[in-house]
Structure formats: structure tokens, C-alpha cells
Nanobody, 124 residues
């Protein structure tokens, strides 16, 4: 059974940094793409960043480009999202997701597995 477990969320001041982790288990993810999504109160879930498990390709939403960085550690089956220069508008529940796809996907319905989410709150 596939499990994705996020951690690393919390409360941070604007301009600060956080690193989210997503521990994956239950299968081999070498042919998967991994994504981070977020959902703010009253808003739809949106794509933040994605990475091919090979690590050879990444993609970011325009709103986080240059501030966030996605990476993975194959030995630990873990994907990370390093978030710098955080803004109050980054406040949301952040979700890790996995898609059995050859290329990075940006739409929620294209992902097969989801974590439970971790709250990130950025104070002004």
C-alpha cells in the first residue's frame, strides 16, 4: 500500500524559510513523478512544484519560481520542498502527491496517491 507522509510544516514569519519532507513507501517510485500542491482556505488546490523521480526534471508554478526548490533523495525515498522568502500568501495546507506518469503533471486529477497534508502558516 502506497503511503505518502508529509512533515516539516509550521508557523514562520514572512521572509523566513521552511523545508517540507514527503516520505514515500509501498512501491518503487522510479517511474513516478512527485508533486507538491497546496490549498489555502476557501481556494482550490493548486500545483506548486513537481519532479521526476530520476531528478532530471523539475517544474514550478510561477508564483513560487525562484523561491521554492523541489528535490528528492532516492536512497531515503523522500521528496523535499525547500521554501525561501515565504510570504503570507503562501499560507496553506501543503500536500505531496505521486503520479504514475513519464512527465511532470500539474493537475490534481492526474495524481494517483496523496499524503494527508501539512500546514504552513506565514505571518506578516
Amino acid at each position: 500500500q502506497v503511503q505518502l507522509v508529509e512533515s516539516g510544516g509550521g508557523l514562520v514569519q514572512a521572509g523566513g524559510s521552511l523545508r517540507l519532507s514527503c516520505a514515500a513507501s509501498g512501491r518503487t517510485f522510479s517511474t513516478y513523478v512527485m508533486g507538491w500542491f497546496r490549498q489555502a482556505p476557501g481556494k482550490e488546490r493548486e500545483f506548486v512544484a513537481g519532479i521526476k523521480w530520476s531528478g532530471m526534471s523539475t517544474h514550478y508554478a510561477d508564483s513560487v519560481k525562484g523561491r521554492f526548490s523541489i528535490s528528492r533523495d532516492s536512497a531515503k525515498d523522500t521528496v523535499y520542498l525547500k521554501m525561501n522568502s515565504l510570504k503570507p500568501e503562501d499560507t496553506a495546507v501543503y500536500y505531496c502527491a505521486a503520479a504514475a506518469a513519464p512527465n511532470i503533471r500539474t493537475r490534481e486529477y492526474e495524481y494517483d496517491y496523496w499524503g494527508q497534508g501539512t500546514q504552513v502558516t506565514v505571518s506578516s
